[in-house]
């Protein structure tokens, strides 16, 4: 199977990465703890561990770089980037931040604050699905994150267009029920957790009308927002004639706030934005937590060069070519897997292909993470890393200490934007399909050493026996 379509890029600027020998890898992954996110990326040939600030800058973000403004305060690049925003989006208030997170950490305590001037004594956000570190920002503001996702996606076998949706009557209830309490609903597009999985719109319509009419904000997690809007162009037929600039305008025109990491869309290696439609307050008072967290109003922790590459970024990420070549890029990779017969979760998701460690490993427990095990054995095998979303990622419920049960045990290979070519692709698919005939030999895990949270990042693992 080859792609149709050649890449809409040529290559200008190569980085060499290089092969390891067997001996090599296993000597690394015992030193990282049999752990992946611990080996050093010179041990890695090919590295699927995120698509997150790792993509190639194209020459006019280059370009871009070299132009950017300096200054503490009033940067023309910030006016640059917020021109940008405006644009694309039709958001008048833009405050620049040094990644996803950063928003997340000056945001939610603000409007749980405001909830609770409101009468909310349980605080609670709503979401199709929580990012992690979203999750996490949420409760550091001493609120609950809540998933609502609808229940196709916990089928990876079953191929359904919009596993990122809403379940809508789900979120009917809860504000029905639980009104005063809701922060806010928050809009994943794509749907990283459940597997790049995009949200039609009739469902973003459907899920913020009704906050709208309860009276709670809306906010949209837009890191893969290109992508997304793609997929409704290609699956929601009262937009196959519509352009991606179009759609993304109407995705954002149902929100009152989005946040934004800029190293997956954007296009950028480091960066966010946190951003208001209309609502001039609100924007004011989240400026004031920026300039102690994050920086002054107009740099949010970012270098002036970091803001015109972004706003360049976002620009090209709603070039319908480069969508379409980096989709069919992540297809590729998927159905070289299908067609070997390994379980994926189905669709093909928009930046990654979710590998069903659960259906490879039937006899492993969620506490002996099995697609932890099969990241170790792919990298192994081939220098190719991976990261695990399961059970290892989900941790511990911080009150009882015993394991949170996950939806999944996915092994997650991400891939960056315009990095690798279909050749790097085909090794993967080779490598995994190699890896799969030998599952039956492959041992479970135990913690050597757990730290107490987010424990996935810096965990020691052995082997146990089957
Ligand atoms: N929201 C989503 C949907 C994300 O996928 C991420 C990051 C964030 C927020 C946080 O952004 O990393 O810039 O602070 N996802 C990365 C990943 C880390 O590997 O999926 P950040």
């Not at 934004?260 to 004031?288: H, P, T």
């Not at 991400?414 to 070519?421: D, K, S």
């Amino acid at each position: 199977m080859s792609r149709s379509e050649p890449e809409p890029w040529r290559i200008k600027m190569v980085e060499p990465i290089r092969m390891t020998t067997r001996a090599q890898r296993q000597k690394a992954l015992m030193e990282a703890g049999l752990n992946p996110f611990m080996l050093k990326s010179e041990e890695v040939f090919i590295d699927l561990l995120t698509d997150s600030g790792t993509g190639a800058m194209s020459d006019r973000q280059w370009a871009g770089m070299f132009l950017g403004d300096e200054s503490y305060a009033g940067s023309r690049s910030y006016y640059q980037l917020s021109q940008t925003v405006k644009d694309l989006f039709g958001f008048q208030y833009t405050i620049p931040v040094h990644q996803g997170r950063g928003a997340e950490q000056i945001l939610f305590p603000f409007l749980v604050e405001l909830a609770k001037e409101k009468g909310a004594s349980e605080p609670v956000f709503l979401s199709n699905h929580h990012f992690d570190t979203t999750k996490a920002h949420v409760e550091i503001a001493g609120a609950r994150a809540k998933n609502l996702i609808c229940p196709s996606s916990l089928q990876t076998d079953v191929s359904d267009d919009w596993k990122g949706n809403f379940d809508l009557n789900e979120l009917e209830n809860e504000i029905k029920n639980n009104q005063k309490n809701i922060v806010a609903i928050v809009i994943t597009i794509t749907c990283n957790s459940v597997g790049g999985q995009p949200v039609s719109m009739e469902n973003i319509r459907l899920a913020a009308k009704m906050a709208r009419d309860a009276g709670i904000p809306v906010i949209i997690d837009a890191a893969r927002f290109a992508e997304n809007a793609y997929f409704i162009k290609q699956r929601e037929s009262s937009f196959f004639n519509e352009t991606i600039s179009q759609i993304v305008k109407e995705i954002f025109n149902e929100a009152d706030i989005f946040t934004m990491s800029a190293k997956k869309d954007g296009m950028v290696n480091i960066g966010g934005l946190c951003c208001f439609r209309y609502n001039e307050s609100w924007f004011r008072q989240v400026q004031l937590r920026c300039v102690p967290m994050e920086g002054f109003v107009t740099y949010g922790g970012l270098a002036g060069r970091d803001m015109s590459a972004m706003a360049i970024g976002l620009r090209e990420a709603l070039d319908e070519d480069h969508l379409r070549s980096r989709i069919a890029q992540v297809e590729y990779l998927g159905h070289k897997l299908q067609q070997a017969g390994i379980p994926i979760q189905t669709p093909v998701g928009g930046h990654a292909v979710f590998v069903d460690a659960r259906k490879i490993f039937p006899d492993i427990k969620p506490e002996n993470f099995p697609a932890q095990v099969l990241c170790n054995a792919l990298y192994l095998e081939s220098g190719v890393r991976a990261t695990e979303i399961g059970s290892l990622m989900m941790g511990r419920n911080p009150i009882t200490g015993q394991q949170e049960p996950s939806l999944f045990e996915l092994m997650r290979l991400t891939i960056p934007r315009r990095t690798y070519t279909d050749n790097h692709m085909s090794y993967v698919a080779k490598s995994l399909i190699d890896v799969i005939e030998k599952a039956d030999t492959l041992k479970p895990l135990e913690f050597e050493y757990e730290p107490l949270i987010l424990r996935q990042f810096t965990a020691r693992f052995r082997e146990i026996e089957r």
